[in-house]
């Protein structure tokens, strides 16, 4: 069974920097496209970041030249780097592997952005 942890979240400072890191379990990861998303509650989660099996990103213009997703398929594992926080980004965030028509989400990791 397939399992995703978030992990990296915190309380930051406005202008200050956090990495997520999204550690999946199971032998598709690899194979997977990993997305990032966040949801503040009472509104809709929204899509911020993919990165695609082969390496290509895409990103929500939110956060576009600030965030970076990457993956390092040895460690099974995806990263969410977040430059220039603002508190408009406080949120929960999750990840979420897709392969094929599987789809599996994390529970999230609080981001936290304030002075």
């Known amino acids: 069974q397939v399992q995703l942890v978030e992990s990296g979240g915190e309380l930051v400072q406005p202008g200050g920097s956090l990495r997520l890191s999204c550690a999946a379990s199971g032998s598709i990861f690899s194979v997977a496209d990993i997305g990032w998303y966040r949801q503040v509650p009472g509104k809709e989660r929204e899509w911020i970041a993919t990165i695609e099996d082969s390496g290509g990103t895409n990103y929500a213009d939110s956060v576009k030249g600030r965030f970076a997703i990457s993956r390092d398929n040895a460690r099974n594992t995806a990263y969410l780097q977040m430059n220039s926080l603002r508190p408009e980004d406080t949120a929960g965030y999750y990840c979420?592997?897709?392969?094929?028509?599987?789809?599996?989400w994390g529970l999230g990791t609080q981001v936290t952005v304030s002075s």
């Open positions: 979420k592997m897709t392969w094929y028509a599987q789809t599996y």
